[in-house]
């Protein structure tokens, strides 16, 4: 009898030990599930840093993302809206004014391998047309109507160039784009690498540059007039674009930035990105 009553003692305490872990695996997963519920939902602007960070992690300048890191990025950008960013049309910086329209940028992110900002628009504002040094830049237009005008040169590694130095390059685009319309891309040597923005309406885009501008390492942005092929008759342009001078332009280099562009900085307001 007192060898059943050590047994039942062991498996009483042997139950009360199992129901004790019970009892803490309870509260752990209670814990757990609050915790789950307390985290905030990552805002559309955090999970844009973030894919960016993945995106261009292994890439500098003139090196591109690979194809399914560019079509990533392409497609979140394409589902992005303006609330995403705390933006709407009736914000001041999109008003009529008088004279040359000023330009607002708001600056979101920036680091050694990618930037994040948006250029926001008045309606006839214009962004000059500018170069993109060794980038892969992914341009959204989160609302209105904008005309687009973009080239790439016709010979990067050795530039045709005209009797006063203005370089040959081929129309890439030369169209508006109405939102909600895709995400559009240019790389380092292709795809409109050198581009103007005129508002037909106003309008916000926001801008994805991997890397960023960065003179010390001489990725500075310039500016150029652009010229009809007509401008410079004998050049080289015959033998460039025999029969099809309307998809060719001369693009001199301005010496810094246009006197008539004015473009200012704001507070970005919108959701602020976190973690870094």
């Not at 209670?30 to 960016?52: D, G, H, N, S």
Request: proline share 8%; hydrophobic share 35%; net charge positive.
């Amino acid at each position: 009898m007192r060898i059943d009553g050590e047994l039942a003692k062991q498996k009483g305490s042997g139950e009360v030990a199992k129901e004790k872990n019970r009892c803490c695996s309870r509260k752990k997963s209670k814990r757990q599930q609050k915790k789950a519920l307390a985290a905030p939902t990552p805002t559309v602007v955090q999970r844009l840093w973030e894919t960016c960070k993945e995106v261009f992690a292994d890439c500098g300048p003139g090196v591109v993302p690979l194809p399914g890191d560019v079509g990533r990025l392409r497609s979140f950008l394409d589902g992005m809206k303006p609330a995403d960013v705390g933006l709407h049309p009736n914000l001041p910086f999109f008003h009529d004014v008088k004279g040359t329209p000023p330009v607002t940028y708001l600056h979101l992110h920036q680091c050694r391998k990618f930037s994040i900002g948006i250029f926001c628009l008045p309606r006839a504002a214009v962004i000059p047309l500018h170069n993109h040094p060794g980038m892969t830049v992914f341009s959204k237009l989160l609302f209105g109507s904008m005309h687009i005008r973009s080239f790439d040169w016709v010979d990067s590694s050795e530039q045709i160039r005209s009797s006063n130095g203005a370089c040959l390059a081929k129309l890439n685009t030369d169209s508006v784009m109405n939102a909600p319309c895709e995400t559009s891309i240019l790389y380092p040597a292709a795809g409109g690498n050198m581009h103007c923005f005129t508002a037909v309406t106003p309008c916000a885009v926001l801008d994805v540059l991997g890397p960023p501008y960065d003179g010390p390492e001489g990725r500075d942005c310039k500016y150029y007039t652009e010229a009809s092929c007509s401008s410079f008759p004998g050049d080289a342009t015959a033998s460039a674009a025999p029969g099809d001078n309307d998809r060719y332009a001369w693009l001199e280099e301005m010496q810094g930035k246009p006197d008539d562009f004015n473009v200012r900085g704001e507070e970005y307001k919108g959701p602020k990105i976190v973690g870094y």
